[in-house]
T-cell receptor
């Protein structure tokens, strides 16, 4: 039973356009939402996060949106650059003591020059 | 520079053999984690430790063991009981008690069966 779903395994966009990566979840106990970026044969690196008390957080070209009623999280990258090509994982933190994260399966983003 | 070091980068295991993956961090983080990644899959939690001399099973702990004798180190042993060990293994750490702090990852160890 997947608590966190990234329904698009891959996404291809043109350089300069917007990339939108989506993540859906089922558990209302998640209180913190993170996005990680991963290149092949490397560990994931933290990109941006948002608390459940907010609906938007922006950091340069990256914006994360949270729709709690729909249990939906999205990452917008604009403008997209070829160096953004990587696998993007959403990771959700649950309330209540443990510092575990639940990861989605990832979306492979390809930004074409 | 502070960070997480995993070694070796590549590891090969013979049938029936136990192998140990190393993970060291100098970030002074309390919590450490081991994940497994298979092709097309997300990261699945094997074990985690929130404090020295204590650790908990994650979602797929069977066939694995860990120890946490020092704050900086969290080695993972893949035992012969793990029948499908071929995967990419990632170690991570985070500040304990800070759910809004991200986990920092090493560059992983790729384990294969000979």
């Amino acid at each position: 039973d997947q608590q966190v779903k990234q329904n698009s395994p891959s996404l291809s966009v043109q350089e300069g356009r917007i990339s939108i990566l989506n993540c859906d979840y089922t558990n209302s106990m998640f209180d913190y939402f993170l996005w990680y970026k991963k290149y092949p044969a490397e560990g994931p690196t933290f990109l941006i996060s948002i608390s459940s008390i907010k609906d938007k957080n922006e950091d340069g070209r990256f914006t994360v949106f949270l729709n709690k009623s729909a249990k939906h999280l999205s990452l917008h990258i604009v403008p997209s650059q070829p160096g953004d090509s990587a696998v993007y994982f959403c990771a959700l933190h649950s309330q209540g003591g443990s510092e575990k994260l639940v990861f989605g399966k990832g979306t492979k983003l390809t930004v074409n020059p | 520079d502070g960070g997480i070091t995993q070694s070796p980068k590549y590891l090969f295991r013979k049938e029936g053999q136990n192998v140990t993956l190393s993970c060291e961090q100098n970030l002074n983080h309390d919590a450490m984690y081991w994940y497994r990644q298979d092709p097309g899959q997300g990261l699945r939690l094997i074990y985690y430790s929130q404090i020295v001399n204590d650790f908990q099973k994650g979602d797929i702990a069977e066939g694995y063991s860990v120890s946490r004798e020092k704050k900086e180190s969290f080695p993972l042993t893949v035992t012969s009981a793990q029948k499908n060990p071929t995967a990419f293994y990632l170690c991570a750490s985070s500040i304990f008690g800070a759910g809004n702090q991200p986990q920092h990852f090493g560059d992983g160890t790729r384990l294969s069966i000979l």
